[in-house]
C-alpha cells in the first residue's frame, strides 16, 4: 500500500484565490482526518468522516473551508478565498480501529 | 485547547544518551500515541499504548502509560543523532475518534 497520498506537495498562490487540497486514504479505511499545522497553533483537527460522512467540523476556521468526501478514496478539502493567515501544512490521515496513517502533507502559501 | 501538553519544549543530549519525554493529557482516553516528524516532513506512528496498558516497548522506544496521573512518558535509550526530531504524543477517546495532539518536545542529538 501507497500510504495516504496527498496533492500538491507544495501551493503558493495569491490571496483570495481558491485552493484544493486532495487527499487518497488507505484503502479500508473507515476514517479520514484533516489536520492543520503551524508554529502558533501546533496541530489542530479540523473535520473528519466516518463512511464518507462528516463526523465533526468544528475544528474548521470558517465558512471559507469546507471539505468533501465523495468517495471511500478520495477526499478535498477547499478553501476560497484563500488568506495569508491560512499558510501553513494541512495534513491528511486515515484509520482503521487504532491504526493511524498520516500523509506528507500540503505545505500552503498564501502571499 | 491541545489535550497533551509534552515536557520539555526542548531537549538536546548527546549521541547514546537516553532521553525521556513527557506528556499529560485531561480527559480519559481509549489510548496514547506517540508520533515522531522530521523537519518539514509528515507525522510517522512511532508506538501505541491502550488505557489498560502501563508499560510497552518497541526496539529502543519505552512507552509508560499512568492513568491515574493522566501522564505518559517516552523514553529513547541509546539516543543517535538520526534520532534528531520532533514528538508528539495524541491521545485517542475512542475507536475512530479524533487524534488530540500535544505542541511536542524538539529532541536534538548531538553527534
Known amino acids: 500500500d501507497a500510504g495516504v497520498i496527498q496533492s500538491p506537495r507544495h501551493e503558493v498562490t495569491e490571496m483570495g484565490q481558491e485552493v484544493t487540497l486532495r487527499c487518497k486514504p488507505i484503502?479500508?479505511?473507515?476514517?479520514l482526518f484533516w489536520y492543520r499545522q503551524t508554529m502558533m497553533r501546533g496541530l489542530e483537527l479540523l473535520i473528519y468522516?466516518?463512511?464518507?460522512?462528516?463526523?465533526?467540523d468544528s475544528g474548521m476556521p470558517e465558512d471559507r473551508f469546507s471539505a468533501k468526501m465523495p468517495n471511500a478514496s478520495f477526499s478535498t478539502l477547499k478553501i476560497q478565498p484563500s488568506e495569508p493567515r491560512d499558510s501553513a501544512v494541512y495534513f491528511c490521515?486515515?484509520?482503521?480501529?487504532?491504526?493511524?496513517?498520516f500523509g506528507s502533507g500540503t505545505r500552503l502559501t498564501v502571499v | 485547547s491541545q489535550q497533551g501538553e509534552e515536557d520539555p519544549q526542548a531537549l538536546s543530549i548527546q549521541e547514546g544518551e537516553n532521553a525521556t519525554m513527557n506528556c499529560s493529557y485531561k480527559t480519559s482516553i481509549n489510548n496514547l500515541q506517540w508520533y515522531r516528524q522530521n523537519s518539514g516532513r509528515g507525522l510517522v506512528h512511532l508506538i501505541l499504548i491502550r488505557s489498560n496498558e502501563r508499560e510497552k516497548h518497541s526496539g529502543r522506544l519505552r512507552v509508560t502509560l499512568d492513568t491515574s496521573k493522566k501522564s505518559s512518558s517516552l523514553l529513547i535509550t541509546a539516543s543517535r543523532a538520526a534520532d534528531t526530531a520532533s514528538y508528539f504524543c495524541?491521545?485517542?477517546?475512542?475507536?475512530?475518534?479524533?487524534?488530540?495532539f500535544g505542541e511536542g518536545t524538539q529532541l536534538t542529538v548531538n553527534p
Open positions: 484503502s479500508g479505511h473507515d476514517y
Open positions: 490521515a486515515s484509520s482503521f480501529r487504532d491504526g493511524y496513517t
Open positions: 495524541a491521545t485517542d477517546a475512542g475507536s475512530g475518534s479524533r487524534l488530540t
Open positions: 468522516f466516518n463512511n464518507n460522512v462528516p463526523i465533526d
